[in-house]
């Protein structure tokens, strides 16, 4: 077990490794001078010896392989390097950020099981009512609407029109706990609501399998109450799907929080993410793209794990 | 207990009510502290470098940190700053008589040895500033006395005052270091976070007495256009800036807001002249005269903005003339003559280079393509990135352009980096091309101190702009302002100064 989990880890490295590299090498492929983009804002004439001067000093105009070596350096010391555009130590602002992305991800996904595992049960459990038909039709249409479709339609009624909420923005937790929930609940809704969508849907079918299974007709038969078969019984069997659904989801949510978080002015990972690459601040990209990676890499590895612990034939074969 | 559909749905609402609870128990809205001004900044700034030019949002900040010799007041007149008069002496070098009661924020006075010390770096062999070049024509900085310098240039130069009302053109003090430059405007960094907000306080010894009014500034980024405008409206924030396009009458039209729009920047096509078909100035001038602007300005700006016909001078301006400001005017018979003496009676085809990433840009490249194809240039849309875009300017991989500019001042002579064809290749201008004469007028005007006969040589610049076409107007766009009613003293500089209005918050006040 040992030597399986020493394997992976070391797969997962060099996985890491990879991305890293293609990442850097890409960046540098793609049109764009981050110096002359810097002196250029705003469309105006960048003094080309002012460019060059910056490209020196930003290390630039070094071969790209040694470029690419002291990057690599860096990485081993656990050091990203700092940004291009004003030398702020990219660690610090994903230190800051990711935290907040984290949050938004955990907070939709809060809300989708709240409202997702319930209404799917509900659903399920009435096969063919009124509210299975309405809710799996507002399934479907949440699916289909656009995440930057519904953001601009909450703000538009929520802060513009009825003026309930603020437009967007971010207050620490401990700075102002109710305000810092408040502008946590549009972009969660936002990000949960496909979310909310798939786990209804997932629910719905699971309670329905789970319901068809031998074992709930035994303990109906024998005598349990309804409430006590749905609990121990339906749901809980049906839980197990859900939750591998909402482990892979919650992955995929990390990059679909982009947008949300550009709509709702939410200061997570996305913001430096767009800003350095249309400032083409190579150390910033390079770094968050790697700090998400990890994160998917980090998630893979718990799972193969759970399931290598679960089942012992994918550790031996 | 038996589960009934009854029991179901009031356990899911009370704990649906019990999620949703925190939410909606607050009327919730961003509080607004006594005298202190939110303001919604459009990009959060790359840097603060008091020299170095990192775009508008970046200038609106350092305006307030930064104090340089002039400035320009809410009227667009040059106006004393660190320094009380300036003249020019028998020898044609300007000197500047300092204020004696400014400090920098570090508490030391602001000296002739601290501006000699930032003029020199700025036109420093190491320097990144926006105005090296300028400044490297700035042969000798002479100190006459402790409140006095001498500027003298390499050539006779009529516009240098004006350099010093640029936002990349501070006094900071012989202290600073490159982390950590000290100025002495009327604010100063209380906290910041990257790619957020900025806090601003007052700077208790500012020169100005009773100034500034706010009790302080908190700048909120907002990068998305309408969210930006969400904020105003729902009272996060007290003022924006760049409103967009397609909400300026929702700003007008709310009684508690108000809108300050200008017509400063402007639209202009450039193009590659050091190949054919557009190194025939004919080829360039049936361009100029094939675009109805009308159409531009409703598509790209919702109405708001005017055509320009003509080489971008404001209207007002000494240098302004009616007739030659519609030089380029929409004449489609005149385009296909003028093409069809150039070689071209059966059109040819060519690549438009634009940017997806502003709309503007995409608006007016397809109303361009529309116009050229109706004379017979088949134009083929490209539309990368804004970073490509940079990229494959500069090097003149197109033969079309479309650009949205703004020029350094309203003089004349900040329309220098557009259309003097002298300087070296960038994406701002046209490739290659050649405008011997427009280049030589801009010369002249530069050296001339007579203000009537500046006014004559403008005159002639556009003339032979008209002929040459270095680039052909489309529009001017306005950039505007919104803010709540309540805010007063806070103005939109006229013309190509509107970038510099965040200099007025020193003056700004709640009413």
Redo the contacts between chains.
């Keep these: 077990m040992t030597r399986w989990l020493f394997g992976r880890v070391l797969i997962s490295i060099g996985l890491a490794w990879v991305v890293a590299t293609i990442v850097f090498m890409a960046l540098h492929v793609?049109?764009?001078?981050p110096a002359?983009?810097?002196?250029?804002?705003?469309?105006?004439?960048?003094?080309?010896?002012?460019?060059a001067?910056?490209r020196d000093?930003l290390g630039l105009a070094r071969p790209i392989l040694d470029q690419y070596l002291s990057f690599l350096g860096g990485l081993t010391r656990g050091d990203l390097g700092n940004s291009l555009?004003?030398?702020?130590p990219v660690m610090s602002?994903i230190a800051?950020?990711l935290p907040r992305t984290l949050e938004l991800i955990f907070a939709g996904s809060l809300?989708a099981c709240?409202?997702g595992i319930?209404?799917g049960t509900?659903a399920a459990?009435?096969r063919g009512g009124t509210f299975d038909r309405i809710a799996s039709g507002a399934a479907a249409l949440l699916l289909a609407i656009p995440v930057f479709v519904v953001g601009?339609l909450l703000?538009?009624v929520l802060?513009?029109m009825l003026?309930?909420?603020?437009?967007?923005?971010?207050v620490p937790l401990a700075q102002n706990p109710?305000?810092h929930?408040?502008?946590l609940?549009l972009p969660a809704i936002a990000i949960g609501k496909g979310l909310t969508a798939i786990i209804f849907r997932m629910s719905r079918a699971s309670v329905l399998d789970a319901l068809s299974k031998d074992f709930v007709r035994t303990a109906r038969a024998k005598g349990l109450?309804?409430?006590r078969v749905?609990s121990r019984h339906v749901v809980r069997n049906a839980l197990t799907p859900i939750l591998t659904v909402l482990g892979l989801q919650m992955g995929t949510l990390l990059g679909g929080t982009v947008l949300v978080e550009?709509?709702?002015?939410w200061?997570g990972l996305s913001?430096?993410l767009?800003?350095a690459v249309?400032?083409?601040d190579y150390p910033m990209v390079v770094g968050v793209v790697l700090t998400i990676s990890g994160l998917f890499l980090f998630i893979n590895l718990v799972m193969d794990i759970l399931y290598a612990a679960l089942d012992p034939r994918i550790r031996t074969g | 207990m038996t589960t009934t559909r009854r029991s179901f749905l009031q356990a899911s609402m009370f704990l649906g009510a019990g999620t949703a609870l925190p939410f909606l128990s607050l009327p919730a809205r961003a509080q607004r502290s006594a005298g202190v001004l939110r303001y919604g900044l459009s990009a959060f700034p790359p840097n603060l470098q008091p020299w170095v030019s990192t775009g508008a949002a970046s200038g609106t900040v350092k305006l307030l940190i930064h104090r340089s010799l002039v400035a320009y007041d809410s009227k667009g007149e040059l106006r004393g700053e660190l320094a009380t008069s300036w003249s020019i002496d028998d020898q044609g070098a300007w000197v500047f008589k300092l204020r004696k009661d400014a400090v920098f924020h570090n508490g030391d006075p602001v000296t002739a040895d601290d501006v000699k010390w930032s003029i020199e770096e700025i036109g420093g062999e190491k320097s990144t500033a926006y105005m090296r070049t300028q400044f490297q024509s700035i042969s000798k900085v002479e100190i006459l006395d402790p409140q006095t310098v001498r500027l003298v240039t390499k050539e006779p130069l009529a516009t240098l005052p004006t350099w010093f009302g640029n936002y990349n053109t501070f006094i900071i003090s012989r202290k600073s270091t490159t982390s950590e430059p000290i100025g002495c405007g009327p604010f100063r960094i209380a906290a910041q976070e990257r790619g957020s907000w900025i806090e601003l306080t007052p700077f208790d010894k500012f020169y100005k007495p009773g100034f500034p009014k706010l009790k302080g500034v908190r700048f909120i980024v907002y990068a998305d256009d309408n969210l930006r405008q969400a904020a105003l409206v729902s009272g996060d924030v007290d003022v924006i800036e760049y409103v967009p396009w397609q909400s300026m009458s929702a700003v007008e039209n709310d009684p508690r807001l108000k809108l300050d729009a200008v017509e400063g920047p402007f639209m202009c096509v450039l193009f590659n002249g050091s190949k054919p078909p557009f190194n025939d100035p004919r080829v360039r001038r049936a361009v100029a005269h094939a675009v109805k602007r009308d159409d531009i300005v409703k598509a790209a700006f919702f109405g708001r903005g005017k055509p320009l016909e003509g080489v971008p001078i404001v209207a007002g301006t000494p240098w302004y003339d009616e007739k030659l400001a519609h030089g380029w005017n929409y004449d489609p018979a005149r385009a296909k003559a003028l093409l069809a003496e150039a070689g071209f009676a059966n059109g040819f085809q060519a690549t438009m280079l634009a940017t997806a990433q502003y709309g503007m840009h995409k608006d007016t490249a397809e109303v361009v393509q529309q116009y050229l194809g109706a004379i017979g240039i088949q134009s083929e849309l490209r539309l990368p990135d804004w970073p490509t875009r940079v990229n494959l300017g500069g090097r003149g991989q197109y033969d079309l352009a479309i650009h949205g500019l703004s020029a350094d001042s309203n003089d004349p002579d900040g329309l220098t980096p557009y259309i003097d064809t002298s300087l070296p290749p960038n994406y701002v201008r046209s490739f290659g091309l050649s405008a011997p004469r427009t280049t030589a007028a801009l010369d002249r005007g530069r050296a001339e101190f007579d203000l009537a006969r500046r006014a004559e040589i403008y005159k002639e610049m556009q003339r032979a702009a008209l002929e040459e076409v270095p680039m052909a107007g489309l529009a001017w766009r306005q950039q505007g302002y919104g803010m709540d009613r309540s805010v007063q003293g806070f103005a939109n500089m006229p013309g190509a100064l509107t970038g510099l209005s965040g200099a007025t918050l020193e003056e700004t006040w709640f009413g």
């Design positions: 793609v049109p764009g001078d002359e983009l810097l002196l250029s804002s705003n469309g105006v004439a960048a003094d080309p010896a002012a460019v001067e910056l000093k555009v004003d030398d702020y602002e800051l950020r809300i709240i409202v319930p209404a509900y459990l009435h601009t703000v538009l802060a513009e003026r309930l909420m603020p437009a967007g923005g971010y109710a305000q929930l408040m502008l609940a109450a309804p409430a749905l550009y709509v709702f002015n200061p913001t430096p767009l800003r249309e400032a083409r």
